[in-house]
């Protein structure tokens, strides 16, 4: 309610810096991505300085739109760059992304990105938006599979889909290994490991799973 108060209250009454980072940080530790987002556009725009509200802002925008989020992913580095080294592996993503497969493959890097950091709701919201323009992307849909698993659901169709669509790939047999890990079911995630070995004997991080 306070946020939607503060998103309709006239320009003169606007909440000071401090007020609109605390409500921030209350809307990201509940995973409301929408209300976070809003509250920290206004931040940034308040502190243009601040590191702080371009970072995060940043992250949320790369979820659903990454190409819009590069604007403040690279104000956050330049203001603070030891801290925000996330925001410029993202950067490096999403120009990636953007220039081999247009913005479903924009989404899935910035999946993988946030995914290997632990932000496994972003990670989700990025994947699905991903698998809404490619829903053939067996590497997205076997992330996702991952980032439901981490997020409390169970990944197991999505896993098991991505495999049908991709029976070759190591990558999907090495995120199929990590979910039966997950789940406490270690013969059934060394079988998926040995099936990514054979696949590709040369993955280290398949020999070292």
């Known amino acids: 309610?306070?946020?939607?108060?503060?998103?309709?209250?006239?320009?003169?009454?606007?909440?000071?810096?401090?007020?609109?980072?605390?409500?921030?940080?209350?809307?990201?530790?509940?995973?409301?991505?929408?209300?976070?987002?809003?509250?920290?556009g206004q931040l940034a725009q308040a502190e243009p300085a601040s590191a702080w509200a371009h970072g995060p802002l940043g992250l949320l925008m790369s979820r659903r739109d990454p190409p819009a989020a590069l604007s403040n992913l690279r104000r956050a580095v330049e203001l603070a760059p030891a801290e925000h080294v996330l925001a410029g592996q993202l950067i490096q993503a999403i120009e990636a992304g953007g220039a081999l497969g247009g913005p479903a493959?924009?989404?899935?890097?910035?999946?993988?990105?946030?995914?290997?950091?632990g932000e496994w709701g972003l990670a989700r919201e990025a994947l699905e938006r991903s698998l809404e323009l490619d829903p053939q992307s067996a590497g997205a849909l076997a992330l996702l599979g991952l980032a439901l698993d981490q997020t409390g659901e169970d990944g197991s169709p999505q896993l098991q889909a991505a495999v049908e669509l991709a029976p070759e790939s190591a990558q999907v047999q090495l995120l199929l290994a990590r979910h039966w890990r997950n789940r406490g079911q270690p013969e059934q995630a060394l079988a998926s490991l040995e099936s990514a070995a054979r696949l590709d004997p040369a993955d280290p991080v398949v020999a070292s799973d």
């Open 1 to 40: 309610l306070a946020v939607e108060l503060l998103s309709g209250s006239p320009a003169g009454c606007r909440p000071g810096p401090e007020l609109l980072r605390r409500l921030s940080e209350q809307q990201l530790a509940r995973g409301d991505w929408g209300p976070a987002e809003r509250l920290l």
């Open 105 to 117: 493959r924009g989404l899935a890097q910035a999946g993988q990105v946030l995914a290997a950091a």
